[in-house]
């Protein structure tokens, strides 16, 4: 089992940040890649970055340049720095722990809402 707790979810403003943490655990010696995908009402779950052990990201078009990606291997936990939020990223946050490729876990969810 893999556990996967997340925070730094919460309502922020139009152009404001916030900063999501998740932290892995469990029976894991190690992490492949991990990272953040998010559902808003209505939607498709989407991807919003993933960062492997090697440091590769892969970003989702419209977070470029706005959301930022970083992992602590050591701690076995992946940040999400969203800087210039708009409306439409409100969306329920998902973090995610890949102990190898073919394997996923996800976290709980935590609720990030832009709203003036």
């Known amino acids: 089992q893999v556990q996967l707790v997340e925070s730094g979810g919460g309502l922020v403003q139009p152009g404001g940040s916030l900063r999501l943490s998740c932290v892995a655990s469990?029976?894991?010696?190690?992490?492949?890649?991990m990272g953040w995908y998010r559902q808003a009402p209505g939607k498709q779950r989407e991807l919003v970055a993933t960062?492997?052990?090697?440091?590769?990201?892969n970003y989702a078009d419209p977070v470029k340049g706005r959301f930022t990606i970083s992992r602590d291997n050591a701690k076995n936990t992946v940040y999400l720095q969203m800087n210039r939020l708009k409306p439409e990223d409100t969306a329920v946050y998902y973090c995610?722990?890949?102990?190898?490729?073919?394997?996923?876990?996800w976290g709980q969810g935590t609720q990030v809402t832009v709203s003036s």
């Open positions: 995610h722990g890949d102990p190898t490729r073919t394997v996923r876990y």
């Open positions: 469990g029976s894991i010696s190690s992490i492949y890649a």
């Open positions: 960062m492997a052990s090697g440091g590769s990201t």
